[in-house]
């Protein structure tokens, strides 16, 4: 409860502040009837997380650069499902498959739109649900484009564990995927992930030109072989080639992107 009633207050100091005046501490305290103490320690950690800044010389409080970062990544998430939404519906009609939306979030990707198959046997939803980068189609697509010093690091700090018999576990297999990858401009997830998936993945770029999120069709690898992959593959493309354009996205074609 004491939890609760941190972040009330916390997000009572930013609504006082919403105004664009600045405050100081005696002024924020006052507005909202509160202990100076109380409010000191909530300050003090708003700013050290930079959601309010703090006036060298007033030592007055307003919304700090963080709430900027924040609003431009909740706009730019809804965007992109906007966006999207009809391409993904494209794609779903045009091959029956399960279509992923993901974006990258904290070195993984994270599903935020579906639309299903329709066919008995189908890969299903998993919005909310996150994967690895290395493994995963929709993830691949991502880590290729990243740059180089990225994936470096990524990889150090979270490894390449096996799910599969088929899941990339080396570092020079990776670079050598990445490669491929970064080539022909999308990514496939050869039961690398699940033994029984096969899905294809391509990346969507935002205004600046930075990777970050994807599009897969994924089904059974019964019926997804490495041939119907391929065929799927230049509608993919297209697909994400156009959502980035409406994006604001203007660099050449995405196939010969680098990181």
């Known amino acids: 409860m004491a939890e609760v009633n941190s972040v009330r207050k916390a997000l009572a100091i930013l609504e006082l502040l919403s105004d664009g005046q600045e405050r100081t501490l005696s002024d ?18 708003l700013v050290a997380e930079r959601i309010l800044d703090r006036d060298s010389g007033s030592g007055a409080f307003s919304l700090g650069i963080k709430l900027i970062e924040l609003g431009y990544c909740a706009q730019t998430g809804l965007d992109l499902v906007r966006i999207a939404a009809p391409f993904l519906k494209g794609l779903n009609m045009r091959f029956d498959e399960t279509v992923h939306l993901v974006v990258l979030d904290n070195d993984e990707v994270l599903y935020i739109d579906c639309i299903e198959s329709q066919r008995r046997l189908r890969t299903y939803s ?21 740059p180089d010093a990225e994936i470096h690091r990524i990889v150090a700090e979270r490894g390449l564990s096996r799910f ?39 990346p969507i770029f935002n205004a600046h030109g930075e990777v970050f999120a994807s599009v897969s069709l994924s089904g059974p690898a019964e019926r997804n072989t490495l041939e119907r992959i391929e065929l799927m593959a230049p509608t993919l493309l297209e697909a994400v080639k156009e959502i980035s354009h ?7 074609d995405l196939s010969r992107e680098r990181g």
């Open 246 to 252: 409406r994006l604001g996205y203007r660099n050449r």
């Open 126 to 146: 998993v919005i909310g649900i996150r994967a690895p980068l290395y493994c995963t189609s929709v993830g691949k697509a991502i880590l290729a484009f990243l």
């Open 28 to 45: 924020i305290a006052h507005a909202l009837s509160l202990a100076k103490s109380t409010v000191h320690n909530l300050l003090e950690t």
């Open 164 to 202: 599969t018999e088929n899941t990339i576990t080396t570092e020079e297999r990776l670079w050598t995927e990445i490669a491929r990858i970064r080539e022909r401009g999308y990514a496939v997830d050869d039961r690398e992930h699940e033994d029984h998936l096969r899905c294809v993945g391509a």
